[in-house]
Every structure is written in structure tokens, then in C-alpha cells.
């Protein structure tokens, strides 16, 4: 069956600008996670869904980030006004349960989004 | 705290074996993951061990896991070339949340 898919895979945008990520997570999963990939770390948790709620949203870097979901479906991550330092990758992962080992996240692809 | 620590790159001959170590933080970890990323593709998780496991074997992979030192490895028996690849070490903070190191390109030469 398909699997998690992210759109846009890449995105070039100028600084100032807002962009919107999006993440089709696999049908059926209840839990959705935004990680974030900078070149050369690991993987930074940003939100966590449940459901369309998000009861962990300790990861949002600044308030210039936020995420919605809706239909426990597709979800969507906003960044207002970017920053150079925003360039990463955004990945996306979903779960059939919110817990983790009896219940492994599915990664999307992620979307590769530059800054200028 | 929540700190991963592994080697960034690993070079390795086909058909010997490889072994990627990581040191984690959180002694109330859970479980520990290894994930592998292929180039363009998002992670899969490979395997994971629950904390109070010395020793996991999955085929070709063998997980290790020194909970004393917060040391786990990852051995993959006979590496072939799609074996290269980044392999990412996580544990669970949570239920719900993975802290992962910055991987490790594993490179396989003929």
C-alpha cells in the first residue's frame, strides 16, 4: 500500500517568505510526527499528533512554526517569515498507535527546504 | 538529558562486517532503534531491543546492548553494496518520542 508522502520534495524560497509543508501519513494511523533533518545532526522532534490534537508541541522552534491536522489525515506544517537557518529537511512520520516500539513510525521522504 | 552520540562515517569491504557503535544518555530508555536511510528515501526502521535485552539477532543484523555503559552496536554480517547507507541510533524518551543521533554513512567498496 502507499506509504507516508510529503509534498513538496524540495522547496527554494527567500527569506521573509511563509511556506507550507505538507504530509499524507499512511491511512488508518492515528499518530503523525514533524521531525527536522540539519545537515550533518540527527533527527529534531518538532510535534506530535494524535489524532487532529497535538499534545506535544515542545519541539516548535520558535512561534514562527506551526502545524494542524485535520480529518486525522493529512497534516500540514506552516513556517512564517523563514529564516536562513530554517533550511532542512522536514520529515514526516506516522504510526498506527502513539507507541513506539509495538507501533513503528513510517517516514516520508521529507520535503528539502532552502532559505535564501 | 537527550544526547545520541555516533561515528559520522564507516567504510567497509564487501562482504566483511560492519559494526556502527552509538552511545545514548537516557538510562530510563525503553527501547533503542536502529534506522537505515537510503539516498532520496525517508528512514526504515531496521530493528530495535528493549532495555532489559542483552543481544538481538535478525538475520545478517545482530544489536548489542550494553546498558551499563549506554553503549548499543549494530553488526551486519556480510555487507553487500545495498548495505550502504545511513544508519540512524535512536532510543524513546517517551511513548511517543525518538531522539536519534546524526547517523552514520556506512560507504560499501567492491
Known amino acids: 500500500g502507499a506509504g507516508v508522502s510529503q509534498s513538496p520534495s524540495n522547496k527554494v524560497t527567500e527569506k521573509g517568505k511563509d511556506v507550507e509543508l505538507r504530509c499524507d501519513p499512511i491511512?488508518?494511523?492515528?499518530?503523525l510526527y514533524w521531525y527536522r533533518q540539519r545537515l550533518g545532526q540527527g533527527l529534531e522532534f518538532l510535534i506530535y499528533?494524535?489524532?487532529?490534537?497535538?499534545?506535544?508541541k515542545s519541539g516548535l522552534p520558535s512561534d514562527r512554526f506551526s502545524a494542524e491536522r485535520t480529518g486525522e489525515s493529512v497534516s500540514t506544517l506552516t513556517i512564517q517569515r523563514t529564516q536562513q537557518e530554517d533550511s532542512a529537511v522536514y520529515l514526516c512520520?506516522?504510526?498506527?498507535?502513539?507507541?513506539?516500539?509495538?507501533?513503528?513510525?513510517?517516514f516520508g521522504n521529507g520535503t528539502r527546504l532552502t532559505v535564501t | 538529558g537527550e544526547d545520541v552520540e555516533q561515528s559520522l562515517f564507516l567504510s567497509v569491504r564487501e562482504g566483511d562486517s560492519s559494526v556502527i557503535n552509538c552511545t545514548y544518555t537516557?538510562?530510563?530508555?525503553?527501547?533503542l532503534y536502529w534506522y537505515k536511510q537510503e539516498p532520496g528515501a525517508g528512514l526504515q526502521l531496521l530493528t530495535y531491543?528493549?532495555?532489559?535485552?542483552d543481544m538481538k539477532q535478525d538475520q545478517r543484523l545482530t544489536v548489542l546492548l550494553n546498558k551499563k555503559d549506554k553503549h548499543l552496536s549494530l553488526r551486519i554480517a556480510d555487507t553487500q553494496t545495498g548495505d550502504s547507507a545511513i544508519y540512524f541510533c535512536?532510543?524513546?524518551?517517551?511513548?511517543?518520542?525518538?531522539?536519534f543521533g546524526a547517523g552514520t554513512t556506512v560507504t560499501v567498496r567492491a
Open positions: 512520520a506516522s504510526s498506527l498507535l502513539g507507541e513506539t516500539a509495538h507501533s513503528p513510525l513510517h
Open positions: 491511512s488508518g494511523h492515528t499518530a
Open positions: 499528533f494524535q489524532g487532529n490534537s497535538a499534545p506535544d
Open positions: 537516557d538510562s530510563s530508555s525503553t527501547y
Open positions: 531491543i528493549f532495555s532489559n535485552m
Open positions: 535512536a532510543e524513546s524518551i517517551n511513548d511517543y518520542k525518538l531522539s
